[in-house]
C-alpha cells in the first residue's frame, strides 16, 4: 500500500515511471491540474480517483470527495471549475441504493461547487475485483488572466497560510473505518475550496502557491513545494491549527497531525506584504474561519521543511516513507 | 640502568626501533626525548608512515632498557602494539635529536582532549608559580587538543590558540626539548593566554579573577550559569538546590532525565555516591568522563537531579575553570549538563551561547578561546572492573580504534539516535563524538562540520558510504544525498551492533553467537527487530532466533507508554487483565477501551520482537514504570531495583524453533505481582531468566554448528545487572563473552560496525 499513501514511494512512482513515459512540456509541472492554453482560453485540466473505505463517513461520502478532489486541484491553479467528467467502477453485487445515495452525493456536492457534471461513464467488474464502488472524476477550468499560481513560485520571505484545523479527514475515515472513538467526533472536513480561492484572488491576483494538502497531509504537500522552489520551508509548532480530537487521536496513535489528510482545507503561499490582507480575506471566508499563518519560506535549508518548538529547536519534517515506523531505540 | 653519562665507551650500540600502534599525537617523541637522555642515549626520533621510528645509541644496557621502557612508560595515551628493534651501525655524537614529521601517506593521530594533569595542577596551587591560578594551565599531557584543531598539521597556527602569541617565557617552554611544554600547542599563562569574562545581563562584564567572583556569587545565589568548558557549554548550578536544579529542569523542557554532576574532588565524590577502585581511576584518569555511580542514600543531592533513579552521573574538574569554580566556600556539587535547547547539540561559540541559551542560563561564564569542535561529556559504567562506555565523546574521540581486517576508506553514518559516525581506512577507525538526535536542524548542521573535520583530521577520502537499512532514517537520507556517485551500502541494524563488538575486540574468527538485544532497529523482514540471536560474521548472519513478535502499539506512542507494551504482551501471551495489575490501574478509562480497539483491530500496530519492549512490560507490570518520559527509562528503574539476593531463581523463556516466547515468563510476573511479590525480587528473577535464556541457546547452537563465541551487543546491554548475570553465566558454560568496553553497545556504537561489515576486506 506504501506507493498510493501519498508520500515518498507515490513521488517516486510518479518521478520514475509515469513522467518519463509521457514526456511532455505541460505535465512537466508535477502540480495537482495542467495549465495550458487552448485557442484563446488559459485552461486547467486535472483528474483524480477515488477509492476510498468507508464510501460513508461522517461529513460526507465518496461521491462528495469525488468532485470535491477535482474541483479542489483545479482551484489550485486558480481555476473555476466548470465541467466535470465521471466514470464508475462498480463491483458486482454493490447495492443499487448505495449506488444511488452515492450519485445524490455527487450531484448536491457539484451544484454546491457551482460545476456541470458533462459526461459519464460506468463499468462493472466482477465481485472480488473491486472495494465496492471506485470513481474517477476529470474536469476543466478557465484560469483567470493574470493568476500564475505553481509551487516553483515559493519565495523566501513568503509566508505560509493554512485555511483552517488540519488532520480532519484523516482521523475522521479512521474513526469509522476502525471504529474506535476519540471523545468528541470528528467529521471530514470535505469541501469544494473554489469559492474560497475566488474570494483570496479578490484580494490579490498575486498568490504564489496553493495545495491541498489531501494524501500524505501538510507535510508532504510542503515538501513537494520546498523541492520544487528551492526554498526552506519554516514551521511554528504553537501556530498549527489542530483540534483537540485530532491532536488525542494522533498522540494515542502515534501520529503526527502534520501527516494526516485533509479533504477541504488548502495551504497558501503568498509575498508577506499580502499576508495579512489575504489572511483577513481567508476568514472572510466561511471555509476560512480559522485560517492561520503557520510559516514562512526561508533561504536556509532549502528543500527542507523544518518546525520550530515552543522550546526553539528545530524539528525536520520530511516526506513520509510508506508507512510510519518508529525510529525511537 | 638510568642516569649514565656520556662516555667514550667503546662497547656503544645502536639500535633503529619501529614503535607501532597509536603513538603519534600523544606526546610521543618528546617522551622518546626524555626517555633518552634520562639513559644516556644519543640518536633521534621520528614520524614514518609505519609509527615512530627511534634510533638510540649507548651502552648496551641502556639500549636494551630503552627498548623495554618505551613500552612500559609510554606516554597515557599511547597504545604501544608491537617494538621491533634492529642493531644499526653505532655512528657515535651526542646529541638527541627529535626529527620533524616526514610528509607523506603517514597519519598524523590527533589525541582527544587531556583532563588537567597532576603536574600542572600542582603549579596551579602553587602561589610562587607563574600560572597559580591560571584556568588555561596546560602542557604536553594535558589540555584541550581534538577541540581545538581547526586543520593540520597540529601546529599552534592551525588551533583556536593561534591568536594568543606566545609571550618569552612561554616561548621557550615551548621550544625546550626538555620542557614539559615542548610543542605543547595549548600553552599560554596569565601574561599572553585567554582571558575569563563573566556576561550577566543588565550588569558590565566581568573579566578574570572578577569574573570568577562573580560566577561563584550567583552560584551560591542558587542561579544557573552557562560555563564554557573544553567542547562547549555547560548549564551549571547547586546540586543541592531543590529549587534551582526543578528550575532549570523547566527551562531545558527536560521531563525525568538524569543530569550530571561534577563534585569538587574524589571525597566529595565518595559522599554522594559509592565508588570503587575501577571507578576510582576511571573518576581521576586522564579522561575523567562523567561515571554512572550507585548513589549513597541521604547524599546531598536535590531529588530532582535524578528523580527516580538509583545511579548519579558523576564526574570530577576536568579543566583548570572548573577547579577555580570550586576553590571557595559554597557549592560542592555542581549540576553539570550541556548547554543546549532540548534536542539540540551542545553550544560551543560564544555568540550562540547568548542566543540560544538566552532562556536558560543567567549569566554566561566564557572566555576568549573558540571552541573548533563540539565535544559533549563522555558516560562511562563500570560493570565487573570492566569500563562500559555509555558516550564515548570527550577524552576518547577522535582516538582510533584498530581495526581486526584492513577497511577500504569508508564513512558509517551511524543511526538516527545519539548519532555517532565513523571513518576508516586500512587498519583504523575514527568513531566520531556524539553527535545528537538526527530529526533536528541543527544536528543534521553539527553532523555535516564534525563529518567534515573528521575526514580533515584523518585524511581519509571515503570511496563508500554506510547507512542503517531503515527508509526513514535521516541518516541514510544524507548518505544518499552526500553520495556524489559513490555506492551506499546498507547494513541491517543488529548484524552491525554485533559487528560493531567483534570489530572492538579485533575478533576475526568463526560466526559469534551474537546476542543484539535493543529497542528498535529496521528488520529484513520490515518488522521491528531488537531481541535477535543473530549468528553473525562480518560477511553476513542467519537470523537464528528472536523474541516471538507482538503488536506494538502505536509505534512511537507504545514506546513513551510502558503500559500499553504491558497489555499488550498479555494479549499476545493469552492472559487475562487482571484489574488488579498495576499496568492495568495505570491504563484505565478511555485509554483501555481505545487500546483494547487498537490491538483488536490492529490499528497503527507494528509487529515487533524488540527486547527494550519487553523491559517495558515487565517494569510496567511490577509496577515500577508505566510512561517513559526519556529513553528507556522503564528498563532503568526496574534494573536500579533489581534485588542482590541470591538464589530467588528466575522466569523461564520457551523456546519453540526460532522464536523465543515470553508466555511464560510473563505469567510467573503477573502470578508474582498478584500474590505480592517486592518489584527488587521480580525484577531480579527477570534478569536471571534472560541470563539463563541466553546460556541455553548459546549451548543449543554450540552442539549443533560448534561455535562457541558469545557477542552481547544493542542498548539493552548498559544493564549492568543483565551484563554481569550474563557474562558470569555464559563464562561458567565455557563460552567466550565479548561485550563492550570501548564503544558504546547503543546505537552510539552503531557505525563502527556498519563500517566492519561493508568496508572489510581480505
Ligand atoms: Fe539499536
Ligand atoms: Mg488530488
Ligand atoms: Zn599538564
Ligand atoms: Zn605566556
Known amino acids: 500500500m506504501g506507493h498510493g499513501g501519498g508520500g515518498q514511494m507515490s513521488a517516486e512512482l510518479i518521478e520514475h515511471l509515469f513522467v518519463p513515459a509521457f514526456a511532455n512540456p505541460v505535465l512537466g509541472g508535477l502540480t495537482d491540474s495542467a495549465v495550458f492554453t487552448l485557442g484563446d482560453a488559459r485552461l486547467a485540466f486535472s483528474t483524480d480517483s477515488f477509492v476510498v473505505q468507508p464510501l460513508f463517513f461522517p461529513g460526507g461520502s465518496i461521491g462528495h470527495l469525488a468532485v470535491n478532489g477535482t474541483v479542489n486541484d483545479l482551484a489550485m491553479s486558480g481555476a473555476q471549475a466548470a465541467y466535470l467528467s465521471c466514470g464508475f467502477i462498480l463491483e458486482e453485487g454493490v447495492e443499487l441504493s448505495v449506488v444511488g445515495r452515492i450519485a445524490a452525493d455527487l450531484g448536491g456536492a457539484a451544484e454546491l461547487a457551482g460545476v456541470t457534471i458533462a459526461t459519464g461513464d460506468t463499468k462493472v467488474v466482477d465481485a472480488g475485483h473491486g472495494d465496492g464502488v471506485y470513481i474517477n472524476t476529470a474536469g476543466v477550468g478557465l484560469v483567470p488572466a493574470g493568476v500564475d499560481i505553481r509551487p516553483q513560485r515559493a519565495a523566501p520571505g513568503d509566508v505560509v497560510l493554512v485555511s483552517g484545523q488540519i488532520g480532519v479527514h484523516g482521523i475522521a475515515i479512521m474513526s469509522v473505518r476502525e471504529g474506535i472513538s476519540f471523545g468528541t467526533e470528528v467529521v471530514s472536513d470535505c469541501a469544494p475550496l473554489n469559492g474560497l480561492v475566488a474570494a483570496m484572488l479578490a484580494v490579490t491576483n498575486d498568490l504564489h502557491v496553493l495545495r491541498d494538502p489531501t494524501r500524505g497531509g501538510v507535510a508532504t504537500s510542503l515538501n513537494e513545494i520546498a523541492k520544487a522552489a528551492g526554498v526552506g520551508i519554516e514551521l511554528t509548532e504553537s501556530a498549527l491549527p489542530v483540534p483537540e480530537a485530532v491532536a488525542n487521536a494522533c498522540s494515542f496513535l502515534g501520529l503526527d497531525p502534520l501527516y494526516v489528510a485533509n479533504e477541504g482545507k488548502l495551504l497558501a503561499i503568498v509575498a508577506r506584504e499580502d499576508g495579512d490582507a489575504v489572511l483577513a480575506g481567508m476568514r472572510a471566508h466561511p471555509l476560512g474561519a480559522d485560517a492561520a499563518v503557520i510559516g514562512e519560506c526561508v533561504a536556509a535549508h532549502p528543500g527542507m521543511v523544518v518546525t520550530k518548538t515552543a522550546f526553539g529547536a528545530t524539528r525536520v519534517v520530511d516526506t513520509p516513507i510508506g508507512e510510519q515506523l518508529p525510529r525511537i531505540c | ?762
Open chain 2, 1 to 762: 640502568p638510568g642516569g649514565g653519562r656520556i662516555t667514550n665507551e667503546p662497547e656503544r650500540v645502536r639500535s633503529r626501533l619501529l614503535v607501532t600502534g597509536v603513538v603519534q599525537g600523544v606526546g610521543f617523541r618528546p617522551f622518546v626525548y626524555a626517555l633518552a637522555r634520562e639513559l644516556g642515549l644519543s640518536g633521534q626520533v621520528g614520524n614514518t608512515a609505519a609509527g615512530v621510528v627511534a634510533e638510540v645509541e649507548g651502552s648496551a644496557a641502556a639500549v636494551t632498557a630503552f627498548g623495554d621502557r618505551v613500552r612500559t612508560d609510554a606516554p597515557p595515551l599511547a597504545v604501544v602494539r608491537t617494538v621491533t628493534p634492529q642493531p644499526v651501525p653505532a655512528l657515535g655524537g651526542t646529541e638527541f635529536v627529535i626529527l620533524d614529521s616526514i610528509a607523506g601517506p603517514g597519519r598524523t593521530l590527533v589525541s582527544p582532549d587531556v583532563a588537567t594533569c597532576a603536574d600542572c595542577l600542582a603549579e596551579f596551587a602553587d602561589p610562587s608559580d607563574r600560572r597559580y591560578r591560571h584556568p588555561f594551565i596546560s602542557c604536553t599531557n594535558c589540555g584541550p587538543r581534538f577541540t581545538i584543531i581547526t586543520g593540520l598539521p597540529y601546529d599552534r597556527p592551525a588551533t583556536t590558540m593561534a591568536h594568543f602569541p606566545l609571550c618569552p617565557d612561554c616561548a621557550r617552554e615551548y621550544s625546550d626539548p626538555a620542557d614539559r611544554r615542548f610543542h605543547a600547542q595549548p600553552i599560554a599563562c596569565p601574561a599572553c593566554g585567554p582571558r575569563l569574562n563573566l556576561v550577566q545581563p543588565g550588569h558590565e562584564t566581568a573579566y578574570d579573577e572578577d569574573a570568577l567572583a562573580t560566577a561563584h556569587r550567583l552560584l551560591v545565589d542558587g542561579a544557573i550559569l552557562a560555563v564554557k568548558g573544553l567542547g562547549g557549554f555547560h548549564l551549571v548550578c547547586d546540586a543541592a538546590d531543590e529549587a534551582v536544579v526543578t528550575t532549570l529542569r523547566k527551562r531545558k523542557d527536560r521531563g525525568d532525565k538524569p543530569f550530571a554532576v561534577m563534585a569538587a574532588d574524589l571525597d566529595m565524590a565518595r559522599r554522594i555516591a559509592e565508588v570503587d577502585a575501577a571507578e576510582e581511576e576511571l573518576l581521576t584518569g586522564i579522561r575523567h568522563p562523567i561515571v554512572l555511580l550507585r548513589r549513597r542514600a541521604g547524599a546531598a543531592v536535590a531529588e530532582a537531579v535524578a528523580p527516580g533513579n538509583p545511579d548519579l552521573g558523576v564526574m570530577l574538574p576536568y579543566t583548570p575553570l572548573h577547579q577555580l569554580l570550586f576553590d571557595q566556600p559554597g557549592p560542592c556539587v555542581l549540576v553539570m549538563t550541556s548547554g543546549n535547547l532540548s534536542g539540540e547539540p551542545i553550544v560551543t561559540s560564544d555568540h550562540a551561547a547568548r542566543s540560544r541559551l538566552s532562556g536558560l542560563a543567567d549569566a554566561w561564564l566564557g572566555h576568549d578561546r573558540p571552541i573548533h569542535v563540539p565535544c559533549d561529556d563522555s558516560v562511562v559504567r563500570i560493570v565487573d572492573e570492566t569500563e562500559l562506555p555509555v558516550r564515548r565523546s570527550r577524552g576518547y574521540a577522535p582516538f582510533p580504534i584498530d581495526l581486526p581486517r584492513p577497511v577500504r576508506p569508508a564513512l558509517a553514518v551511524g543511526g538516527d539516535l545519539k548519532n555517532t559516525f565513523c571513518v576508516g581506512d586500512g587498519q583504523y577507525a575514527w568513531l566520531s563524538a556524539h553527535v545528537g538526535d538526527m530529526d533536528d536542524l541543527a544536528t543534521l548542521r553539527a553532523f555535516d562540520g564534525a563529518e567534515l573535520h573528521l575526514e580533515q583530521l584523518t585524511g581519509v577520502r571515503p570511496e563508500v558510504l554506510v547507512t542503517d537499512k531503515h527508509p526513514s532514517y535521516r541518516s541514510r537520507q544524507w548518505a544518499v544525498l552526500n553520495a556524489a556517485g559513490r555506492p551506499v551500502v546498507g547494513v541491517q541494524h543488529h548484524h552491525a551492533h554485533l559487528a560493531s563488538v567483534m570489530a572492538e575486540h579485533r575478533y576475526d574468527g568463526d560466526r559469534v553467537i551474537g546476542f543484539a538485544f535493543d529497542g528498535t532497529g529496521y528488520g529484513d523482514d520490515g518488522a521491528v527487530w531488537g531481541g535477535e540471536v543473530l549468528l553473525a560474521g562480518y560477511d553476513g548472519f542467519d537470523r537464528h532466533a528472536h523474541l516471538k513478535y507482538v503488536q506494538l502499539p502505536g509505534g512511537d506512542a507504545g514506546v513513551r507508554n510502558p503500559c500499553r507494551m504491558a497489555l499488550s504482551h498479555l494479549k499476545a501471551a493469552g492472559i487475562g487483565w487482571d484489574p488488579r495489575l498495576p499496568s492495568y490501574l495505570a491504563c484505565a478509562g478511555p485509554e483501555h477501551d481505545l487500546l483494547v480497539t487498537q490491538l483488536d483491530r490492529d490499528i497503527a500496530c507494528a509487529p515487533t520482537s524488540s527486547m527494550g519492549r519487553l523491559f517495558d512490560a515487565v517494569s510496567s507490570l511490577a509496577g515500577v514504570c508505566h510512561r517513559a518520559g526519556y529513553e528507556a527509562q522503564a528498563a532503568i528503574e526496574l534494573e536500579g531495583l533489581a534485588s542482590v539476593e541470591a538464589g530467588l531463581g528466575a522466569y523461564e523463556f520457551a523456546i519453540e524453533g526460532e522464536e523465543i516466547d515470553p508466555a511464560p515468563v510473563l505469567a510467573g510476573v503477573v502470578r508474582d505481582v498478584l500474590s505480592g511479590v517486592s518489584p527488587g525480587v521480580v525484577s531480579a528473577r527477570f534478569h536471571q531468566g534472560l541470563a539463563e535464556l541466553m546460556v541455553s541457546v548459546a549451548e543449543r547452537v554450540r552442539d549443533a554448528e560448534g561455535l562457541s563465541t558469545v557477542a552481547l551487543s544493542g542498548g539493552v546491554f548498559v544493564n549492568r545487572v543483565l551484563l554481569s548475570a550474563t557474562t558470569r553465566a555464559l563464562s561458567a558454560a565455557g563460552f567466550t563473552v565479548l561485550r563492550h568496553r570501548r564503544v558504546p553497545p547503543t546505537d552510539a556504537g552503531l557505525a563502527l560496525g556498519q563500517l566492519a561489515v561493508a568496508a572489510s576486506q581480505r
